[in-house]
């Protein structure tokens, strides 16, 4: 069996062991090393140990020690370390913690129920104006955050129960919380958009200059929908009546805007802005913003060490998650490359003689069925750098096709199986929503996600006028 070939089996046993449920990063690590001492094997330098081990005038203890010295005698091992030390060194992941604790904090401290409350409010004369509120309020939050789990979790909590009990349409409600919650993983600061970074080496300014808007066209899409669909079935989205909302006057709403949404607003307005602007880099902007979350929670009182100690925890064990995730891949795609994968693969493609737009459509299809079976993680840190070595053979913007992704990956939180949003809602919404009820309801939002991608292929500028206007062309 000739090594492309032992490479394209490493892939797939790979595959075949995550769906069956193994933890991905250290799945990565395991067939790294197993098939990188294969690839890295080495008699001589094996034997040499061995042979001091026979002529070593020693003890039985000492000879079996040097014997197993000649076993573990493989640069496998000195790669797996460099990798782990390269990764924990990487100064663009460093931000990954930062922003984490940032929403983390955020979160916790109750700001996003008062913003969802004083929207809810601001929109009550709106079409499908609860669901209008949520989406915006998943968007800013996603800024915040950037982690689905969070956005979806607390908006199922705030804004699900509250749209049920307005008589909302059960799959309405549920898919605007599912696509909302997705937005983090696009709009920056996007985690995910930070290991992309890492993994194709795009600067990550640039990727987050460029995915602003394209961001802001799906999240405008999402609101577009709603009010066009509440507005043809309004019995979908049943519009509130006064003893819902209460009264208000147009001065206590601006109040409430001063003091819920503006805040926020500011903080992650001065983050990316001193982001894109160059003013600080990445991770001192993260600190800036994690400094600003824990200012907001001592300005809304509802700093405590309890939640001080949750966001801790919780940053640590996903900062863990992300860094480990980055070893593994790093050492599975390095044993992968060696071996000639990256190499056959990238000669198929091109043997193919297809068009640029060929590829992106091929590319794209792809990254969709990966993401029925998982998570965004492992796509980008394991398949995305297999095409990223052929953009420069079709002429495609390593940028652009970041951007490209991230839109695409919205749809692996949305789409069954794995539907991670669906399962996230399922998890705290009333025992009597089922899941075919959620799924039913992200369906249209896989549709908005589509849309948005072919308006960004036909005005590619979407994504490049911003990086351009601040850093050039």
Request: aromatic share 14%; glycine share 6%; net charge neutral.
């Given at each position: 069996?000739?090594d492309?070939?032992v490479?394209?089996?490493?892939?797939?046993?790979f595959?075949?062991i995550i769906?069956?449920?193994?933890?991905v990063?250290f799945?990565?690590?395991a067939m790294?090393?197993?098939f990188g001492?294969y690839?890295?094997?080495?008699?001589d330098?094996m034997?040499?140990a061995?042979?001091?081990?026979v002529k070593?005038d020693?003890d039985?203890?000492t000879?079996i020690?040097l014997?197993?010295?000649g076993?573990?005698?493989?640069?496998i091992?000195d790669?797996f370390?460099?990798q782990?030390?390269?990764?924990?060194?990487?100064?663009?992941?460093?931000a990954?913690p930062?922003f984490l604790?940032?929403g983390?904090?955020v979160e916790?401290?109750?700001?996003?129920?008062?913003?969802?409350?004083?929207l809810?409010?601001?929109?009550?004369?709106m079409?499908?104006?609860?669901?209008?509120?949520?989406?915006i309020?998943?968007t800013?939050?996603a800024t915040?955050?950037g982690?689905v789990?969070?956005?979806?979790?607390l908006?199922?909590?705030?804004?699900?129960?509250?749209?049920l009990?307005?008589r909302?349409d059960t799959?309405?409600?549920a898919g605007?919380?599912?696509a909302g919650?997705?937005?983090?993983?696009l709009?920056?600061?996007?985690?995910m958009l930070i290991?992309?970074?890492?993994?194709s080496?795009v600067?990550i300014?640039?990727l987050?200059a460029?995915?602003?808007?394209p961001?802001l066209l799906?999240?405008?899409l999402y609101v577009?929908?709603?009010?066009?669909?509440?507005t043809l079935?309004?019995n979908?989205?049943?519009?509130p009546?006064k003893?819902e909302?209460g009264?208000?006057s147009t001065?206590?709403?601006m109040w409430q805007?001063?003091t819920?949404?503006?805040?926020l607003a500011f903080?992650?307005l001065?983050?990316?802005?001193a982001?894109?602007?160059?003013?600080a880099?990445?991770?001192?902007?993260?600190?800036?913003?994690?400094?600003?979350?824990?200012?907001?929670?001592?300005?809304?009182?509802?700093?405590?060490?309890?939640?001080l100690?949750?966001?801790v925890?919780l940053?640590?064990r996903?900062t863990a998650?992300?860094?480990?995730?980055?070893?593994?891949?790093?050492?599975?795609s390095s044993?992968?490359?060696?071996?000639g994968g990256?190499q056959i693969?990238?000669?198929f493609v091109?043997?193919?003689?297809i068009?640029?737009?060929?590829?992106?459509i091929?590319?794209?299809?792809?990254?969709f069925?990966?993401?029925?079976?998982?998570e965004?993680?492992?796509?980008?840190?394991?398949f995305v750098?297999?095409?990223l070595?052929l953009?420069?053979h079709?002429?495609?913007?390593p940028?652009?096709?970041?951007?490209?992704?991230?839109?695409?990956?919205?749809t692996?939180f949305?789409?069954?199986?794995m539907?991670?949003?669906?399962?996230?809602?399922k998890?705290?919404a009333?025992?009597?929503?089922q899941?075919?009820?959620?799924?039913?309801?992200?369906y249209?939002?896989?549709?908005?996600?589509l849309?948005?991608m072919l308006?960004?292929?036909?005005?590619?500028?979407?994504?490049?006028?911003l990086?351009?206007?601040?850093?050039?062309n």
């Open positions: 069996m000739s492309p070939v490479a394209l089996a490493m892939l797939a046993i595959l075949f769906l069956l449920g193994f933890p990063a799945t990565l690590m790294g090393i197993g001492y690839a890295y094997f080495d008699p330098r034997w040499r061995y042979h001091r081990a070593m020693a039985q203890l000879q020690e014997w197993i010295e076993l573990f005698n493989n640069r091992f790669l370390v460099n782990t030390y390269s990764v924990m060194a990487n100064d663009v992941l460093t990954v930062l604790f940032m983390y904090i916790r401290a109750n700001i996003v129920a008062r913003l969802f409350h004083t809810n409010i601001a929109a009550r004369n079409p499908g104006s609860m669901a209008v509120a949520a989406l309020t998943c800013l939050f915040a955050t982690i789990g969070a956005v979806v979790t908006m199922g909590l705030l804004a699900f129960p509250a749209m009990k307005a909302y799959s309405l409600a605007v919380i599912c919650g997705t937005l983090g993983i709009i920056p600061p996007s985690i290991v992309y970074a890492a993994a080496g600067s300014v640039k987050y460029g995915a602003l808007l961001g799906l999240a405008s577009v929908y709603v009010i066009t669909r509440s079935q309004p979908l989205a049943p519009k009546t003893e909302v009264s208000y001065v206590q709403i805007l001063l819920s949404f503006f805040p903080l992650i001065a983050v990316l802005g982001i894109l602007f160059g003013l880099t990445p991770s001192e902007a993260a600190a800036v913003g994690a400094l600003g979350g824990l200012l907001l929670t001592f300005a809304y009182r509802a700093f405590t060490w309890q939640r100690r949750e966001s925890y940053t640590l996903t998650m992300v860094c480990w995730l980055f070893v593994g891949s790093w050492t599975f044993v992968f490359s060696y071996l990256e693969i990238s000669e091109t043997g193919l003689e068009s640029p737009i060929a590829f992106l091929m590319a794209q299809i792809i990254i069925l990966l993401g029925w079976p998982l965004w993680s492992e796509i980008i840190i394991i750098p297999i095409f070595p953009l420069p079709f002429g495609i913007d940028l652009f096709f970041g951007i490209l992704v991230a839109l695409n990956l919205q692996s949305l789409t069954p199986p539907a991670m949003s669906a399962y996230y809602l998890g705290i009333p025992p009597h929503i899941l075919n009820e959620i799924f039913r309801g992200n249209p939002y896989l549709a908005m996600v849309v948005a308006i960004l292929y036909n005005f590619p500028q979407i994504a490049f006028w990086p351009n206007l601040v850093y050039g």
